[in-house]
C-alpha cells in the first residue's frame, strides 16, 4: 500500500468516470438521489458519502455524474469546502435549503477526525496485519512485503511495488491491500496487474469495495479480486467508528480479525484452481 493510497478516500478525486455505461443507470440514479432529497430537503450529502450509500447498485463514477447532472439542472447546489490542509470536499443540497452550514460544519469537524493521518495510517496498517494473520491460518505465507523482486526476477519498469508476496501449494501470489472507502485507482490497479505478470504471481486483491469492471480486469489475468465491503479501524478507534456509521452511515468496523467467510471465499478458489 503505497504511501498517497492513504489519502485517497479524503480528496474529491475522480474515479474513472469516463466509464461507458448505459444512459438508464444515470437516470435511475437520479431519481433514486432525488427521492432522498424529496424526503428531507435540508439534507446534506457528500460526494463520497452518496457513492458508497448507492455503491451496490451503481458505480461510484455513475453517482459522481448523476449528482453532477442534477446540479446542472439546477435541482441540487453543491458547496466545496476546502481545508488547511490543501484537499476539499464537496457537498450537495437541494436547491431549496437555505440553512446547510450547521450541518456542513459538523459533518467536516467529523470528516477531518477521520482522515488525520494518524487514522488513515492504522487502517491500512490495520488492514494489512489482519488479513496477513488471517491468510498465514488458512495456509497462504507472507514471503516478502513491499515487493519489487521475485523468484529471481525484478521490476523495473516503476517505482511500484506489491504489498506482498502469499505462497500456498507452490503458488505465489502478488497481493495488494485497499482499505479505504474509494475504489483503487485504475491506474494502479493496470500497473500492480502488469507487475504480476511480469513477476509471474497470481494476482490477489484484496479491496473494501471494487467495481465489476475492475474485478474482470484481475479475473483476466488470472487473478482474484477478494472484497471485504466495511472499511477497517484499530479497536481502540470503536467510538469514532461508531459516529461514523451513526452520523455519515458509512460502512467502517474495527473487527478483531478478518471474518472466516470473507477468506474462506479465496481459499477455496485456490482449491479449485489445483484441481
Given amino acids: 500500500m503505497a504511501i498517497e493510497d492513504y489519502y485517497y478516500d479524503y480528496l474529491d478525486a475522480p474515479e474513472d468516470y469516463e466509464e461507458s455505461v448505459p444512459d438508464s443507470y444515470f437516470i435511475e440514479a437520479q431519481q433514486q438521489i432525488r427521492e432522498i432529497y424529496e424526503k428531507d430537503r435540508q439534507s446534506v450529502f457528500y460526494v463520497r458519502q452518496m457513492q458508497i450509500k448507492f455503491e451496490k447498485e ?21 458547496i466545496t469546502i476546502k481545508r488547511e490542509t490543501g484537499t476539499s470536499a464537496r457537498y450537495f443540497i437541494h436547491k431549496s435549503n437555505r440553512y446547510p452550514k450547521r450541518r456542513i460544519g459538523k459533518m467536516e469537524k467529523l470528516i477531518e477526525e477521520y482522515s488525520d493521518d494518524t487514522i ?42 506489491l504489498d506482498f508476496v502469499f505462497e500456498k501449494d507452490g503458488v505465489a ?44 480486469k484481475i479475473i483476466d489475468k488470472g487473478g482474484f479480486a477478494l472484497i471485504f465491503e466495511s472499511q477497517i479501524y484499530e479497536l481502540s478507534q470503536a467510538g469514532l467508528v461508531e459516529r461514523l456509521k451513526a452520523e455519515l452511515g458509512l460502512p467502517v468496523d474495527c473487527p478483531k480479525a478478518i471474518p472466516d467467510g470473507i477468506l474462506e471465499r479465496f481459499a477455496r478458489w485456490h482449491e479449485s484452481k489445483k484441481v
Fill in 120 to 161: 488513515t495510517r492504522s487502517c491500512g496498517h490495520r488492514a494489512e496485519d489482519l488479513f496477513c494473520i488471517g491468510l498465514a491460518l488458512k495456509g497462504f505465507i507472507p514471503k516478502g512485503k513491499k515487493v519489487r523482486s521475485y523468484g529471481g526476477v525484478k521490476w523495473e519498469k516503476s517505482g511500484h511495488d
Fill in 58 to 78: 451503481y458505480f461510484h463514477w455513475i453517482t459522481y455524474n448523476a449528482m453532477v447532472g442534477l446540479k446542472e439542472i439546477g435541482y441540487l447546489t453543491d
Fill in 173 to 216: 501470489y502478488g497481493c495488494e491491500i485497499k482499505n479505504t472507502l474509494g475504489y483503487i485507482e485504475k491506474d494502479q490497479l493496470l500497473k500492480k496487474l502488469e507487475m504480476c505478470e511480469h513477476l509471474r504471481l497470481k494476482p490477489l486483491f484484496i479491496m473494501r469495495g471494487s467495481p465489476k469492471t475492475y474485478n474482470k
